[in-house]
């Protein structure tokens, strides 16, 4: 093995914490044949030996289980925070066991960049890694090789290759078999139904029923007796007693989307329900035992929730067992034009048309484009110009024709209403302005106000030592 912070010249240069030998040589096996170029990796078995090899030697990269740092010191956060003094920049990624959200939010808060559960073997792993250093600017040698690559382009309902799509296949395949809580997040558009039913149908559970609820849909008042069931009679229109959603997918799977949308009283008596696995109908006075896999997701930030107080803790925690995220379309282009092509071929089928394709103009735009409906909207978009055209290829006119978020021409023609121009702070001020605002929003809780800005508590924490160094300068001047 090559001596901690040397090697080839363009190689990553890796630190592996983790008490495991065996767990080790997995890992360097995957992320040595994966990367087009093979990185240099040290091996710790301890907290203190990690400490000593980053003083000895520079690394780009900084893994550590969380389990192995005791050493160090008895609270993980801080044995990781000291690491990540110690590491000088490097990206810093904590691994663990088990899905844990305590776990989660302190390697974040000791400043690590990411947190990753295993198992998420093979290629998956590798592409995290890669995606997080890209993420944040530490591209170095960190490329996925492409003649390793084994990729999935259709996945249960799913379409696209990107290193994103592969991550989630596989989650949804190692997850799958298991009867624990599923937390699915992701903006509305992304998914997340497909992702519900790919596990129930690759669950022991699939010759069951899968039972989804749209929380966000069913009012309020209504909401105990479409998940529990109603008695004849316990309520106005109740003629016969009625199963509830719960009921229905017994022995199957349960699917609420839009979890956040329940009130916190339904909240309580959910709570009951995954800590007894026992329900009772609306005006009933007796319980009945059930066994279902609940599946949960939501487009709004969960933590963001539980700080506005619409959202328990304790309920957040008993359902984040198994977390998967599930990427906004802008941040996978490369599978953009692989589900515009798929629609394009799909509605023109169900329309009796034949289309060409899409004119370089067009493939530009739609991949520079936000897409903040993500799948769906592209998904609608591509219906309408198969709707509204005859065929052949689509240009840049029957886009324009066709996108309703077209931007809205901009005119001169009364310029005395223009509003007055007002004074441009400094990009970094109105970035101070807005991370300062988000964390007195969270009473001074830095870890859910980067949460809320999709930021890495590090990263706050490193920005406003550089303010500081910065209102320094200014008063020493």
Known sequence: MPAPGFGQDNAARILLVDRDAAGCAALIETLSGCLVVPPVIAEARSGRQAADRLRAGRFDVLLVDLGSVADLSAEAEDAVA??????????VIALSDGASVTATLSA???????????PLGGRAFAARVGELAQRHGKTHALSLDPRTDERTERYAGFIG??????????QIERV??????????????????????????????????????DCAAVPQELMEAELFGVVSGAMTGSGDDRKGAAELADGGTLFLDEIGAIDLSLQGKLMRFLQTGTISRLGETGVRRLDVRLICATSRNPMQLIAERKFREDLFYRLHVLPIHLPPLRQRPSDILVLARHFLERFAVEEGKRFDG??????SQLVAHEWPGNVRQLQTLIHRLVVMFDGGEIDGAMLALADLDAPIPTTTAQPALLPRRQTILPMWQQEQRIIEEAIESFSGNIALAAQALELSPSTIYRKRQAWAELEGKKGAA
């Open 176 to 213: 799958a078999a298991s009867t624990a809580p599923v937390f699915i997040t992701g903006e509305s558009g992304t998914g997340k139904d497909l992702c519900a039913e790919a596990l129930h149908e690759r669950s022991t559970r699939a010759h069951r029923r899968f039972v989804a609820v």
């Open 108 to 118: 974040l808060r000791a400043g690590a960049h990411d947190h990753i559960v295993r």
């Open 161 to 170: 290759a990107s290193n994103q799509m592969q991550v989630v296949y596989e």
């Open 358 to 363: 899409f004119s370089a103009e067009v493939a």
């Open 82 to 91: 000291r690491l990540v003094r110690l590491s000088a920049g490097a990206l």
